[in-house]
């Protein structure tokens, strides 16, 4: 009678930390296989707004001060609903830091967000107009290349050209304007 009454009497905290432990000791035992290999290392996600800088961005909406060196270090795409998506400023990315005109324009870009990490990485760019998509990168007349970042051209040194290309829904070139 008394035995029975002191199990029952155990607190629960006892019984759910040995069961917690049991769970940690299988999990050990489990990872000495060799882990599976995740089957996608990244995710592809659309993503529509402007490209600003972080900080400014951070400030205006949540009150968030940073410091005076920190303003113009990360870029981010802001989209309507406030949410902010840091870019990896790749040479894509850093387009956006060398030409103010594309923080002005209403954008969707396509990215890629690889697992864990909050960061995007811009794969292809794209202004947004009342009338159209059009496909955003640099083009040199004199070597017809094209370039992702305003600079000179890699081939001539000359002055390149910022290229706008109406595409259609699924981001395929119909034409030039
Ligand atoms: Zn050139």
Do not use: N
């Amino acid at each position: 009678m008394r035995r029975t009454r002191s199990v029952s009497l155990l607190p629960p905290v006892i019984v759910s930390s040995a069961l917690l432990l049991a769970v940690v000791v299988q999990d050990v035992g489990a990872s000495e296989k060799p882990a599976a290999p995740p089957a996608k290392k990244f995710e592809v996600l659309t993503l529509r707004g402007r490209v600003v800088w972080l900080a400014e961005a951070m400030a205006q909406r949540h009150g968030v001060k940073t410091v005076p060196e920190a303003v113009t270090r990360v870029l981010a795409l802001e989209t309507a609903e406030g949410e902010l998506y840091p870019l990896t400023e790749d040479i894509r990315g850093r387009g956006f830091r060398r030409d103010e005109r594309l923080r002005k324009i209403d954008l969707e870009l396509l990215v890629r967000r690889y697992y864990g990490v909050p960061v995007v990485q811009v794969i292809r760019a794209f202004e947004l107009t009342s009338k159209a998509k059009l496909e955003l990168d640099y083009w040199c007349d004199i070597c017809a290349i094209a370039m992702f970042e305003l600079k000179p051209c890699d081939c001539c040194q000359g002055e390149i050209e910022l290229r706008r290309r109406v595409v259609d829904r699924d981001g395929r070139v119909k034409a030039s304007p």
